[in-house]
């Protein structure tokens, strides 16, 4: 299935039905009145996020999703049926924005969250609504409200444990093939990897997920390359592993490349958790792997670890160092949570007081 993390979708939810002006006609009742029905109401546009999705191909070919109108009212005081909701399924990680792109309007981050994007209209009222000792034979009746519709954007933004940045070809692919079962595209050319893949890491009985991210060159939070439509899927990281490739004849310049990048970009990402790695070190002879390494650490100002691939030199160690940063980062959170959990009990969430869901 091939990878998409934006989607321009227009959405319209269904409109309500009309009241409807009715009499009763029944031959041996004199003075019937009025009976008409109220209209039924509209259908919303939901967005829930599940569990089973990793992309948002569906929507490039589904660009519309309406909801079903409600039906009109009838006589005998029949109320029109409801219309049907439109349920739009995105991955977990999926952000909704405006038409503009500059408002998240929700974020789904957990399995089952849902949000109404588009309400539907409420049914208009029968005669029978107007009936009154004053007005015994109303002629009136209410039309159906007007649906609502605009134009919305999808982005997914992966939620992984840890992402792997570097240049293109500094081997995040090859990394990712050899301490998980993900089979990503290999070669020894820039850009091998033109979306991100994810991938599962064990150390131990941990076991956790690793996001490998297209190479970030010189202007990415501009655009350049391929850009930074894929930074934000780092933004979600619990730490990230900085390769490094230890064939390049400057290896401090194509760290700081990268960590420039990072900060111009911001939302986070240059103080999270960061493990830099010389990767390819099966290709240099052991002292000039060293040499660069401490010119590494030296700009750096952190640890340095001498990792290859190919030949898996390193890697366990990596991989318990990096599985002991995510759970002392899930344990922050878990006592952030309970903290919040505490000071908030006792009064209600602001979603629960506005009676929940998002209106334009």
């Given at each position: 299935?091939?990878?998409?993390?934006?989607a321009?979708?227009?959405?319209?939810?269904?409109?309500?039905?009309?009241?409807?002006?009715?009499?009763?006609?029944?031959?041996?009742?004199?003075?019937?009145?009025?009976?008409?029905?109220?209209?039924?109401?509209?259908?919303?546009?939901?967005?829930?996020?599940?569990?089973?999705?990793?992309?948002?191909?569906?929507?490039?070919?589904?660009?519309?999703?309406?909801?079903?109108?409600?039906?009109?009212?009838?006589?005998?005081?029949?109320?029109?049926?409801?219309?049907?909701?439109?349920?739009?399924?995105?991955?977990?990680?999926?952000?909704?924005?405006?038409?503009?792109?500059?408002?998240?309007l929700?974020?789904?981050?957990?399995?089952?969250?849902?949000?109404?994007?588009?309400?539907?209209?409420?049914?208009?009222?029968?005669?029978?609504?107007?009936?009154?000792?004053?007005?015994?034979?109303?002629?009136?009746?209410?039309?159906?409200?007007?649906?609502?519709?605009?134009?919305?954007?999808l982005?997914?933004?992966?939620?992984?444990?840890?992402?792997?940045?570097?240049?293109?070809?500094?081997?995040?692919?090859?990394?990712?093939?050899?301490?998980s079962?993900?089979?990503?595209?290999?070669?020894?050319?820039?850009?091998?990897?033109?979306?991100?893949?994810?991938?599962?890491?064990?150390?131990?009985?941990?076991?956790?997920?690793?996001?490998?991210?297209?190479?970030?060159?010189?202007?990415?939070?501009?655009?350049?390359?391929?850009?930074?439509?894929?930074?934000?899927?780092?933004?979600?990281?619990?730490?990230?592993?900085?390769?490094?490739?230890?064939?390049?004849?400057?290896?401090?310049?194509?760290?700081r490349?990268?960590?420039?990048e990072?900060?111009?970009?911001?939302?986070?990402?240059?103080?999270?958790?960061?493990?830099?790695?010389?990767?390819?070190?099966?290709?240099?002879?052991?002292?000039?792997?060293?040499?660069?390494?401490?010119?590494?650490?030296?700009?750096?100002?952190?640890?340095?670890?001498?990792?290859?691939?190919?030949?898996?030199?390193?890697?366990?160690a990596?991989?318990?160092?990096?599985?002991?940063?995510?759970?002392?980062?899930?344990?922050?959170?878990?006592?952030?949570?309970?903290?919040?959990?505490?000071?908030?009990?006792?009064?209600?969430?602001?979603?629960?007081?506005?009676?929940?869901?998002?209106?334009?």
């Amino acid at each position: 299935m091939k990878f998409l993390d934006q989607a321009k979708v227009y959405i319209r939810s269904g409109r309500g039905g009309h009241g409807c002006v009715s009499f009763r006609r029944e031959k041996f009742i004199e003075y019937g009145g009025p009976n008409g029905g109220n209209g039924g109401r509209g259908g919303d546009v939901v967005a829930e996020a599940v569990a089973n999705l990793n992309t948002l191909i569906d929507y490039r070919y589904q660009q519309h999703i309406r909801a079903k109108n409600g039906r009109p009212g009838m006589g005998r005081d029949m109320t029109g049926a409801n219309g049907a909701d439109a349920l739009i399924k995105v991955p977990i990680g999926t952000q909704i924005l405006d038409e503009a792109r500059d408002q998240v309007l929700a974020d789904l981050t957990e399995a089952g969250q849902r949000v109404v994007l588009a309400h539907g209209g409420r049914g208009g009222r029968g005669n029978t609504a107007f009936k009154s000792s004053t007005n015994q034979a109303p002629r009136r009746a209410d039309p159906g409200e007007e649906a609502e519709e605009f134009t919305l954007w999808l982005r997914l933004k992966l939620i992984a444990d840890a992402g792997l940045i570097g240049l293109p070809n500094a081997g995040k692919s090859t990394f990712l093939a050899a301490v998980s079962r993900a089979r990503p595209k290999i070669a020894d050319y820039p850009f091998t990897t033109l979306h991100p893949n994810l991938g599962v890491a064990h150390s131990g009985d941990r076991e956790f997920v690793l996001a490998d991210i297209p190479g970030l060159i010189e202007g990415a939070h501009d655009g350049a390359g391929l850009g930074d439509r894929f930074l934000g899927h780092v933004e979600r990281c619990r730490a990230l592993v900085h390769l490094v490739d230890g064939t390049a004849e400057d290896v401090v310049a194509d760290y700081r490349t990268v960590r420039r990048e990072l900060e111009a970009y911001d939302a986070g990402l240059p103080a999270k958790p960061e493990l830099v790695c010389l990767n390819k070190c099966d290709a240099l002879a052991a002292e000039l792997a060293a040499e660069r390494a401490a010119e590494l650490q030296a700009a750096a100002a952190t640890p340095v670890r001498l990792i290859s691939g190919v030949a898996g030199s390193g890697l366990p160690a990596l991989l318990t160092e990096l599985a002991a940063l995510i759970a002392e980062d899930e344990a922050a959170e878990r006592a952030d949570t309970g903290e919040e959990a505490e000071a908030g009990s006792g009064a209600g969430s602001g979603a629960e007081a506005a009676g929940g869901g998002w209106r334009p």
